[in-house]
């Protein structure tokens, strides 16, 4: 049983494409947070969410508490976007969604 | 500030051997937590640490051993590798738990045969 599920699993977008990535959870939480895990293996957290939206440059994260759903959308994707994002959620302790893979061809 | 610093970043042991992966942070963050992360699944935390001195058992800690004896170390032993323990491990550390940024380290790949 997964307590976090992501879609798609994989995702391939042209330069400029407007992308968005669900993160679907079954556990009571106190936050949501998404992750970048670059080719290299690096992970990166991108953001914190309790409640509402929140903006960083071209990403938007949102979440919605009631139907235990958030997206991550990227504005004008990028080549240096392309990444697994990892959608990770805080309960009794963190539980990690498999990630989803992101290719942006130019 | 170095953030989350891990050694070594590559390790090939033989079964029923050990080793101790390290994970160091010079954020004076009071939580660590180490991950396991394998294909096709999330990352899954082993042990982790809400101090120095204290350390509780994640959701997969068989064959792991872990101590807090500071607030910047925070080592993962090996007792008897198993080439189950195949994975890349993932140190991580928050200011707090609740509802902190996480840092990563760079990972440590271990391949057990």
């Known amino acids: 049983k997964n307590e976090v599920e992501q879609s798609p699993q994989n995702l391939t977008a042209q330069e400029g494409e407007f992308i968005t990535i669900n993160c679907s959870y079954s556990?009571?939480?106190?936050?949501l947070h998404w992750l970048q895990q670059h080719p290299g293996g690096g992970i990166v957290s991108l953001f914190m969410?309790?409640?509402g939206k929140k903006k960083h440059g071209r990403l938007i994260a949102t979440i919605n508490i009631q139907e235990k759903h958030s997206s991550l959308h990227i504005t004008a994707s990028h080549p240096r976007d392309s990444a697994v994002y990892i959608c990770?959620?805080?309960?009794?302790?963190?539980?990690f969604g498999t990630g989803t893979s992101l290719t942006v061809i130019p | 500030n170095a953030g989350v610093t891990q050694t070594p970043k590559f390790q090939v042991l033989k079964t029923g051997q050990s080793m101790t992966l390290q994970c160091a942070q010079d954020?004076?963050?009071?939580?660590m937590s180490w991950y396991r992360q394998d294909p096709g699944m999330g990352l899954r935390l082993i042990h982790y640490?809400?101090?120095?001195?204290?350390?509780d058992q994640g959701e997969v800690p068989n064959g792991y051993n872990v101590s807090r004896s500071t607030t910047e170390d925070f080592p993962l032993r090996l007792l008897s590798a198993a080439p189950s323990q195949t994975s890349v491990y993932f140190c991580?550390?928050?200011?707090?738990?609740?509802?902190?940024?996480?840092?990563f380290g760079p990972g440590t790949r271990l391949l057990v045969l």
């Open positions: 991580a550390s928050s200011y707090s738990n609740i509802g902190e940024t996480q840092y």
């Open positions: 556990v009571g939480i106190s936050a």
């Open positions: 969410l309790s409640s």
């Open positions: 990770a959620v805080l309960g009794n302790q963190f539980y």
């Open positions: 954020m004076n963050h009071e939580y």
């Open positions: 640490s809400v101090g120095a001195g204290i350390t």
